[in-house]
Nanobody, 115 residues
Framework: QVQLVESGGGMVQAGGSLRLSCAAS????????MGWYRQAPGKQRELVAT???????NYADSVEGRFTISRDNAKTTVYLQMTSMKPEDTAVYYC?????????WGQGTRVTVSS
């Protein structure tokens, strides 16, 4: 089993920054295929940024150049640094890890960007 705990959400004004953290615990086989998704009210959950199986990164077009995904040396925590934030970044942000074909999700952390 894999447990994911997100933290770092909150409220910020447009143009501001936040950093989200996702701590993974349990039976972890590397940190590949782990990253961030978000779901805005009335919308489907969408990819924000993720590490792929090959340890490269993948970003949504809407956040490219503003958000940066990173991880710690122990490779059990993934971060999402969000800068130049916009009201349309408002959503619940979820951490996801795929391991052996199974998707594990965190409980989500709410981010609100005011104009």
């Amino acid at each position: 089993q894999v447990q994911l705990v997100e933290s770092g959400g909150g409220m910020v004004q447009a143009g501001g920054s936040l950093r989200l953290s996702c701590a993974a615990s349990g039976v972890i086989f590397g940190i590949g295929d782990m990253g961030w998704y978000r779901q805005a009210p009335g919308k489907q959950r969408e990819l924000v940024a993720t590490f792929t199986k090959g340890d490269s990164t993948n970003y949504a077009d809407s956040v490219e150049g503003r958000f940066t995904i990173s991880r710690d040396n122990a490779k059990t925590t993934v971060y999402l640094q969000m800068t130049s934030m916009k009201p349309e970044d408002t959503a619940v942000y979820y951490c996801r890890k795929r391991q052996f074909g199974v998707d594990y999700w965190g409980q989500g952390t709410r981010v609100t960007v005011s104009s």
